[in-house]
């Protein structure tokens, strides 16, 4: 991930190698390795912080703690059913690692903002948090019922993908919210969408299923490449479409031909 402002990549680096200490955490990725950073997302929240003048040590502890938030819940989802996964002394060890690096992850977020004085801002990401495990309740009985459809895949894995981010947009209330939270919802949603298409999606789904996907995510970021164009904010602006480029190479076209979505 890179910025076009050297000022912003430098402090954009600097976040990124708190948020690798963080998890680097030498008996965890011993077990469970080094778990992947979810870098859009925190890019997106990075440049929404900087265009509202947030100090920067204000941004860094926001980026962090909301990353190992996500981070957390995205280890955690990844802990397999005990149908799912033989019963072996390795099995368990490694299951173990995983709800404990978890735990590690998520509840670090506590204890930076905690440090801040920041108990609101505690309050509402633990609101999204519960968003996330309901929309990842409500995907597992959809699937068990045989009910899920591509539209509710879709509304699921983007309150998965955007809680809590949006729960930022809510809790500062400003005018440029309502643009943002699009933005980062269809960026975020259509690099889920991609990624899943690619190697997690239902078993059952056919070909014709997955092919939606992907043109939905195209959709989704052709729609955030128009509103991106009328951003009032030029160095905003100037970053985002980067940032665009950079996370979905091949797809400068789509913003010229953009239908809402």
């Known amino acids: 991930m890179a910025f076009i402002s050297k000022t912003y990549q430098q402090e954009f680096q600097t976040i990124l190698r708190t948020v690798q200490d963080e998890t680097s955490d030498p008996l ?14 925190l890019a997106l929240q990075y440049l929404y912080f900087k265009e509202q003048y947030t100090p920067f040590d204000a941004i860094r502890d926001y980026c ?3 990353v190992l938030i996500q981070m957390g819940l995205n280890v955690h989802n990844e802990v397999p059913s005990g149908s799912e996964t033989p019963s072996s002394s390795v099995h368990d060890r490694y299951q173990q690692f995983q709800v404990l690096a978890g735990d590690l992850y998520s509840g670090r977020f506590y204890q930076i903002l905690a440090y801040r004085g920041d108990t609101r801002i505690i309050r509402f990401l633990s609101d999204a948090v519960s968003v996330i495990n309901q929309a990842r309740t409500n995907l597992y009985d959809l699937f068990q019922n045989n009910e899920l459809t591509v539209a509710l ?3 699921e894995m983007e309150k998965i993908g955007t809680a809590l981010i949006k729960a930022w947009f809510q809790y500062e209330r ?5 643009k943002w939270e699009s933005v980062v919802s269809n960026l975020l949603t259509a690099e889920k ?3 899943d298409s690619n190697d997690t999606v239902p078993v059952h789904w056919q070909p014709s299923v997955v092919s939606q996907l992907k043109q939905r995510a195209m959709q989704l970021i052709a729609h955030s490449r128009s509103l991106v164009q009328e951003w009032s904010t030029l160095e905003t602006k ?11 190479p091949g797809t400068a076209q789509l913003g010229k031909t953009a239908e809402e979505c």
């Open 193 to 195: 969408l991609l990624s």
């Open 238 to 248: 100037r970053e985002l479409e980067h940032l665009i480029d950079v996370s979905f």
């Open 153 to 155: 895949y879709v509304q």
């Open 64 to 66: 962090i703690s909301t």
């Open 28 to 41: 965890v990725v011993n077990v469970i390795g080094k778990l992947p950073i979810p870098r859009l997302a």
């Open 174 to 178: 400003k005018h440029e919210g309502t």
